[in-house]
């Protein structure tokens, strides 16, 4: 896999850090700016690139944690390409599952989670915050 130069690399992750470090439940504006900063800076094909990954996976988080499931799935889609691409352990799938289920699409978040915990070999569910999607995954 292709690497970014350090520098690059590190003004990525200062952004992404600094989202961290800005984000309240009362308002995400400020964490996502700063996210799309680091998104702008991921060279094309950004899907090619961990830190490609690693911007979205934040960005998609930020939307979902915060109730916007409209923009979490424009992210959720570039994130699940992403995750093919470098890690593909099935944490795109998971939080997809998650999402689903908060959708009330119980049959599409049952698929997302059967390919989460087989793609992860069950490493998803361990340290869940939330162990009712543990639960719905195991009860149907």
Known sequence: MAELDNELKEKIQTLIDESLDVY??????????LLEKAWSLVPDPKDNWEEGYLVTHEIFETYFIA??????HKWAEIYLKCD???RNFGDAEFYLGKMAFEEDELDKAKKYFEIADKKSNGRVWPGEDEPKYYKFFKSK
């Open 24 to 33: 309240s439940d009362d308002s995400i504006d400020e964490c996502i700016e």
């Open 84 to 86: 093919e691409k470098h």
């Open 67 to 72: 109730g916007e499931f409209e923009l979490a």
